[in-house]
């Protein structure tokens, strides 16, 4: 039966699945790009416990992907591999109805006055952390981003103040993102409740104590009942269900942990890899900066920002889609228990939609808004990422802050390898870079040239 369903999909590689996850976690981007280079621009790859995935590339077939009926293929069910952090209620997880019942309840949470009340907590937080970080020697800024994007997370999302919760949840997460870099964390849930693994165990002891946590601190803000709070946990409260309910508290706390795995990690590693580019490329560097400097717009940092998402994006590709029922995407017609994947990677670098690919050019940005179905960093279609505006604002919040402080430098002009990350693509020396004082550079912090060429 098996031998059957491949002859029906896009040709890939044929070494076992045990290898095909090797290879995507040790050399993700080198592995794609070769696959494609010998299978075109779809291909099927196997992994262990896992459906057929067929990886896409072609902008006209994404688009079949994306708008395909909701009842043919499910997202939620492709995504299953994340339940066990995120819950079973996560909007990521679920399916026709149930999904866009929702996302209907988490929209306003990520849109409009919401984000504008947030951007100045996000600067605060951002202001305190930039401040902290060493000059004149090498540092990793990915790290140090990690903790800049958890703690707005947990503020502006959860609502915490300073004090015992924040200071335990924060730990309890951190902890959590540790596992991340295991390739277990990839494995569906079935296959990864296994005794014997010593990290599996530890794992679950973590989730139960990060839930409890949640569960105490949703308790508690239901029973103050306290209505002027501009933090993502006062929206959901609010919420109601179309039948007039509340939100539950399993729930609310799904909703919780899905921003927290969607807005952490993936903007920390979007925000190092634009480090990373931007100390290699002098013209860009010094162009943002001016801008920066005369505080006059942000149309070339929106630009920087949006080339960054393309050339390197932290998710390789956008949410998988499992087959409910046989359709045709492009030349194939795919049967049931399939996952189509839209590879933003390959799209991103694809030469006939972008010249020169692997060059940072933001200027193909400057009066040119990315394409629906070529820019796929957020996603698309129905299942868009509902945190868009939310990373799009911290971005261009944390890079005016670093660059109006820092000039910066690379140690190695070398590229930085792709490291994986659980689902993904991160800086493989954690965006490691020397940070001037721009200030004692040039007296005035004005002049981005001469930033620069100090």
Same mark, same amino acid.
């Given at each position: 039966m098996?031998?059957?369903?491949?002859?029906?999909?896009p040709p890939g590689p044929t070494v076992p699945g045990a290898f095909q996850l090797l290879g995507v976690w040790k050399r993700p981007s080198a592995t794609l790009q070769r696959a494609r280079r010998r299978y075109g621009k779809r291909f099927t790859?196997?992994?262990?416990?896992?459906?057929?995935?067929?990886?896409?590339?072609?902008?006209?077939?994404?688009?079949?992907?994306?708008?395909?009926?909701?009842?043919?293929? !499910?997202?939620?069910?492709?995504?299953?591999?994340?339940?066990?952090?995120?819950?079973?209620?996560?909007?990521?997880?679920?399916?026709?109805?149930? !999904?866009l019942e929702q996302r209907k309840l988490m929209l306003p949470a990520f849109h409009g006055e919401r984000m504008t009340a947030l951007a100045g907590l996000m600067g605060e937080l951002t202001e305190r952390e930039v401040r902290s970080w060493p000059c004149d020697e090498?540092?990793?800024?990915?790290?140090?981003?990690?903790?800049?994007? *958890?703690?707005?997370?947990?503020?502006?999302?959860?609502?915490?103040?300073?004090?015992?919760?924040?200071?335990?949840?924060?730990?309890?997460?951190?902890?959590?993102?540790?596992?991340?870099?295991?390739?277990?964390?990839?494995?569906?849930?079935?296959?990864?409740?296994?005794?014997?693994?010593?990290?599996?165990?530890?794992?679950?002891? *973590?989730?139960?104590r990060?839930?409890?946590?949640?569960?105490?601190?949703?308790?508690?803000?239901?029973?103050?009942? #306290?209505?002027?709070?501009? #933090?993502?946990?006062?929206?959901?409260?609010?919420?109601?269900?179309?039948?007039?309910?509340?939100?539950?508290?399993?729930?609310?706390?799904?909703?919780?942990?899905?921003?927290?795995?969607?807005?952490?990690?993936?903007?920390?590693?979007?925000?190092a890899w634009g480090f990373e580019r931007l100390a290699r490329e002098p013209a860009v560097l010094n162009?943002?900066?001016?801008?920066?400097?005369?505080? #006059?717009?942000?149309e070339y940092l929106t630009a920087t920002i949006y080339e960054v998402l393309r050339l390197r994006p932290v998710l390789p590709n956008a949410e998988p889609r499992l087959t409910k029922q046989p359709v045709t995407i492009g030349a194939f017609r795919y049967p049931a228990g399939v996952a189509l994947l839209a590879s933003a990677y390959l799209v991103h670098h694809d030469p006939e939609i972008y010249p020169e690919p692997w060059a940072m050019r933001p200027e193909r940005f400057l009066g040119t808004p990315p394409g629906t179905y070529t820019w796929l960093p957020f996603g698309g279609g129905?299942?868009?990422?509902l945190g868009a505006s939310f990373a799009l604002q911290e971005m261009k919040i944390v890079m005016r802050a670093v660059l109006s402080r820092y000039a910066i430098e690379a140690v190695d002009l070398r590229p930085e390898p792709t490291a994986r990350r659980s689902i993904t693509f991160s800086p493989g020396r954690g965006?490691?870079?020397?940070?001037?004082?721009?200030?004692?550079?040039?007296?005035?912090?004005?002049?981005?040239?001469?930033?620069v060429a100090a």
């Open positions: 098996r031998r059957n369903l491949r002859k029906q999909l790859v196997k992994m262990p416990f896992q459906p057929p995935f067929v990886i896409l590339s072609d902008p006209e077939e994404i688009k079949e992907v994306f708008t395909a009926p909701p009842e043919v293929l !499910h997202p939620g069910e492709g995504a299953r591999i994340l339940e066990p952090l995120v819950g079973r209620f996560s909007v990521i997880l679920l399916d026709e109805g149930a !999904h090498p540092v990793q800024l990915h790290p140090r981003l990690q903790r800049l994007t *958890l703690e707005v997370i947990l503020r502006a999302v959860f609502g915490l103040e300073q004090g015992q919760q924040l200071d335990e949840l924060r730990d309890l997460v951190t902890e959590l993102l540790v596992f991340s870099e295991n390739p277990l964390s990839v494995l569906p849930a079935a296959a990864r409740y296994l005794g014997w693994l010593r990290p599996m165990r530890r794992f679950d002891q *973590l989730v139960r990060t839930d409890s946590l949640i569960f105490e601190l949703v308790k508690e803000r239901r029973a103050a009942a #306290d209505t002027d709070r501009n #933090d993502i946990l006062a929206m959901l409260l609010q919420a109601r269900h179309e039948d007039g309910s509340e939100m539950s508290q399993q729930e609310i706390r799904d909703e919780l942990m899905t921003s927290l795995v969607a807005g952490h990690e993936t903007t920390a590693s979007q925000l162009r943002l900066t001016e801008e920066i400097d005369r505080d #006059d717009g942000d129905r299942r868009r990422c965006a490691t870079v020397v940070l001037r004082e721009r200030m004692q550079i040039d007296g005035t912090g004005a002049s981005a040239e001469a930033v």
